[in-house]
């Protein structure tokens, strides 16, 4: 059996967390591949908004398997947070979630650590979330990283006061005032939550559950344009967040890949610093904002907002090697007399639809424009009722990408989802 993959195709926020919780009624196991706590997929039904950090978007269908991979890196206080929220609400996680031993842990002097280097960077800041994801991966890169299944070792303490010592010396290079004991009582206390769990060996698991014929979705986090390869560096997360992510997130050989779905969303976002050509700048790009709510999930910071940038997309779907594409948030340009989508960038006098080396250069969009639908997607569960210009809208995108939009979100909640034909 094949494993489908669902990722971003943008700079993260592109609505994951919902589709994955509309499509698990049709898969067996949700695994997450890559990322952390620095991830926020927002569900929403019954009326209720749900974000989830760390655990896959799955778990609130409790027949379904839910596997946190190898290619994860797990931060036991915001941890424990998501698993007191989900309890409160009448779910019991453990019996259908189960984490990889060799996902690697974020220690409270990670997050001092982020913090350090951030601060030391000044205007050159990357934008991080100062969740320590970063100095964890690097740690882990750098063969000194600790993973959940060190914590049964009899030399756990140990191993974490050797790690804890290392980036006190390192801070003590930094003009920031750390203070990692005051982290320690909550992040020992979110270990134990995740010792009540079954730790396991999640490559050999997800290979079993394909051999035994099992429906499995790998659930990526952030988007393809930042990943720490072919994003837009700096200006990136620290871990590949394309699908070939999800082969060594999982341990997942590439031909046990099926579907990859792409989502982006029918505008473009981004959070922090870095790179954005089609970025608005002025009036419309807050309407874009306030009619998006384009708050960040986890930061809550404001994110930047601009038309959709094909020349991008069209890169994200060639690295991905997406399948079919899944459009979120047609809803929020409802109120547009126009609507306008990059096809081209100039750099340099020259027009090209290349994605540049030098991403940070001076680009200029090329755009084409389309008419607005001007009227409310919010009640539309149908496909043969969108409006013309959006169909037109749709088959721009299908025709310049060569791969079918299957999937139009059109609201939060998971009954705004239209499967197309």
């Not at 490559?203 to 990943?227: C, P, V």
């Not at 807050?286 to 069209?314: F, H, I, M």
């Amino acid at each position: 059996m094949k494993v489908d993959v669902l990722l971003g195709l943008q700079w993260g926020d592109e609505g994951k967390g919902k589709v994955v919780d509309v499509l698990t009624p049709n898969y067996d196991v949700i695994a997450r591949f890559q990322g952390g706590p620095n991830a926020g997929h927002s569900l929403e039904f019954n009326n209720i908004k749900h974000v989830l950090h760390t655990i896959p978007s799955g778990i609130f269908h409790l027949s379904s398997i839910n596997m946190i991979g190898n290619g994860v890196v797990i931060d036991p206080v915001i941890f424990a947070k998501e698993i007191a929220a989900l309890r409160a609400l009448g779910i019991e996680p453990t019996k259908n979630l189960f984490i990889s031993k060799k996902a690697h842990l974020i220690i409270p002097s990670h997050r001092e650590l982020d913090a350090a280097s951030e601060a030391a960077k000044g205007k050159g800041k990357i934008g991080s979330t100062l969740k320590g994801i970063g100095p964890t991966y690097m740690d882990k890169t750098g063969r000194n990283g600790l993973r959940v299944g060190d914590t049964i070792r009899a030399d756990f303490n140990d191993r974490y006061n050797q790690l804890r010592a290392k980036h006190k010396d390192i801070l003590a290079q930094y003009d920031y005032e750390a203070n990692i004991e005051q982290h320690e009582a909550d992040w020992f206390a979110g270990l134990e939550v995740i010792k009540q769990f079954q730790l396991i060996d999640s490559e050999y698991e997800i290979n079993r559950y394909r051999n035994e014929g099992k429906k499995i979705l790998a659930e990526g986090a952030q988007g393809s344009l930042l990943d720490i390869d072919f994003g837009s560096y700096p200006f990136v997360t620290s871990s590949n967040t394309i699908c070939a992510g999800a082969c060594t997130g999982l341990g997942l050989a590439p031909s046990a890949i099926g579907e990859v779905y792409g989502i982006f969303k029918a505008y473009c976002t981004r959070v922090g610093s870095g790179p954005f050509p089609t970025e608005l700048e002025d009036e419309v790009g807050q309407k874009l904002r306030d009619e998006g709510n384009e708050y960040g999930s986890t930061t809550g910071r404001p994110r930047r907002c601009g038309w959709l940038d094909l020349v991008a997309l069209k890169y994200a779907v060639m690295i991905n090697g997406v399948t079919a594409l899944i459009m979120t948030k047609a809803d929020v340009l409802d109120t547009f007399e126009s609507i306008k989508i990059a096809t081209s960038y100039k750099v340099k006098g020259e027009q090209t639809q290349i994605m540049p080396y030098e991403f940070d250069a001076e680009i200029e969009p090329v755009y084409h424009e389309f008419k607005g639908w001007n009227t409310s997607l919010a009640e539309i569960r149908s496909e043969a009722d969108f409006p013309a210009e959006l169909v037109d809208y749709i088959r721009f995108i299908e025709k310049e990408t060569g791969v079918p939009v299957k999937i139009v979100s059109v609201g939060p909640d998971r009954e705004a989802t239209i499967i197309r034909n």
